[in-house]
């Protein structure tokens, strides 16, 4: 329960710091989120947890597949937002927008032998 917690905080310390420095900074606010720091710890503390070269390597390898779909997110909202939509409106729309790709990634990609 400790690693658990120890991970719970410190993961809301970088969302808390991305907020904060957001407000101030959008782009750099954005930079910061873009970085793959939670993939990357992600995988650390699975890499502690199991020293499993095969599962890391899967779980880089579907995290690489499930980012792409999760892309067109940050376009629509921004465009929805402009054309006056609410927050609401564009977050929701952009996580239905979000989960219906990803659906669509894991079906067109095992197609191609790719298991997600």
Do not use: Q
């Amino acid at each position: 329960m400790t690693a658990f917690t120890i991970r719970a905080i410190l993961s809301g310390i970088i969302i808390a710091l991305i907020a904060v420095i957001g407000r101030k900074a959008p782009a750099v606010g954005a930079l910061i989120a873009s970085l793959p720091l939670i993939s990357v710890i992600g995988m650390i503390w699975l890499w502690r947890d199991t020293t499993d070269p095969l599962l890391i390597a899967n779980h880089a390898e579907a995290t690489f597949w499930y980012v792409l779909p999760s892309l067109p997110m940050f376009l629509l909202m921004p465009w929805l937002l402009r054309a006056g939509f609410s927050f609401w409106v564009a977050l929701t729309s952009g996580i239905v927008v979000t989960i219906i790709l990803y659906l669509a990634t894991i079906m067109i990609a095992a197609r191609f032998g790719v298991r997600l």
